[in-house]
């Protein structure tokens, strides 16, 4: 399966890496919270990279026989196991401080792995390029720097829902620079009109203020209630040909060109969009995003 793809050179463990001391359990059942869910390889690329990965196995077996966590398997993968949470630990972990204001969609079922598996393993797959990337680096990224499935409000009782929100800081000697950005996973099963579409319900958000009541005064845009500048937006592209995904990335620049609030968006807010395998073989900071803006492709820090 794609979905479960390991990406290039991801276990080197020279950067930010979850801490040792908190036990690897916790840490285990915070990430499957955070991210529904996950396969064992990418359990142990996240929190152990330099230990072996029969010792995250051996603790997922333990949280097993403890029904903290159950799996299902991946069909034609070579029994490769992909893990959720139970009830009871999404009741555990549910007031976690690490996991507060966490959205409550827990998956705790075999059947609902099934319905979620392709579209969840491969937006953790992109976090995945992401996290080896930042160990490369030295930069600070890591398991809980990315969440799944934020959403947010753009009036008229409509909302976006971002397929992650990134948290990420570039450390270069004593300067830190701290970026976010709202990730998109395209994997090519919504037509390109629809995919350029989100544009336009980002730049709603960018411009929405919230209503005010009685004596309240506005304070803004939304999102600043959030985010001290907006989030860049990233698309990630897999599933089909090289034409396709290049076609569809000229569909989000000509969104950029035609319609004005995403114009306007796109004159303040860094926005691109990368093929997977690119990320992956090159790294997000090698020159592989084109700005939706037009121009040559570039790393997504320098957008």
Do not use: C
Not at 43 to 51: G, K
Not at 257 to 273: E, F, K
């Amino acid at each position: 399966m794609t979905t479960a793809r390991p990406p290039q050179d991801i276990t080197a463990a020279d950067g930010f890496t979850p801490s040792p001391v908190e036990p690897l359990a916790h840490q285990l059942l915070a990430t499957l919270a955070q991210h529904r869910m996950a396969t064992t390889h990418q359990l142990h690329v996240l929190l152990r990279p330099d230990r072996t990965r029969q010792s995250v196995s051996q603790q997922l077996n333990t949280l097993r026989r403890e029904h903290m966590v159950g799996f299902a398997v991946l069909p034609q993968s070579h029994r490769s196991r992909v893990w959720y949470l139970t009830p009871k630990a999404a009741r555990l972990t549910r007031d976690w401080p690490a996991l507060r204001g966490r959205p409550p969609y827990p998956i705790t079922s075999s059947n609902a792995v099934s319905l979620k598996t392709p579209h969840t393993l491969t937006v953790l797959r992109t976090h995945l390029a992401f996290v080896a990337d930042a160990r490369r680096h030295g930069d600070e990224h890591g398991h809980l720097d990315w969440t799944p499935e934020v959403s947010h409000a753009i009036g008229e009782r409509e909302r976006v829902i971002a397929d992650a929100v990134m948290h990420y800081t570039v450390t270069s000697g004593e300067h830190r620079r701290k970026l976010r950005a709202f990730i998109e996973v395209d994997r090519t099963t919504m037509s390109s009109e629809r995919l350029a579409a989100k544009l336009i319900e980002y730049a709603r958000l960018w411009s929405y203020e919230p209503p005010t009541t009685g004596r309240r005064r506005s304070n803004g845009p939304g999102w600043l209630r959030w985010y001290p500048l907006f989030p860049r937006v990233l698309f990630v592209l897999t599933g089909a040909s090289r034409l396709t995904l290049r076609n569809r990335i000229s569909d989000l620049q000509a969104m950029v060109a035609q319609h004005p609030l995403v114009a306007t968006l796109a004159g303040q807010v860094p926005l691109g969009a990368a093929v997977l395998d690119d990320i992956e073989l090159q790294g997000p900071r090698g020159d592989v995003w084109v700005p939706l803006v037009g121009g040559e492709p570039q790393s997504w820090t320098q957008l």
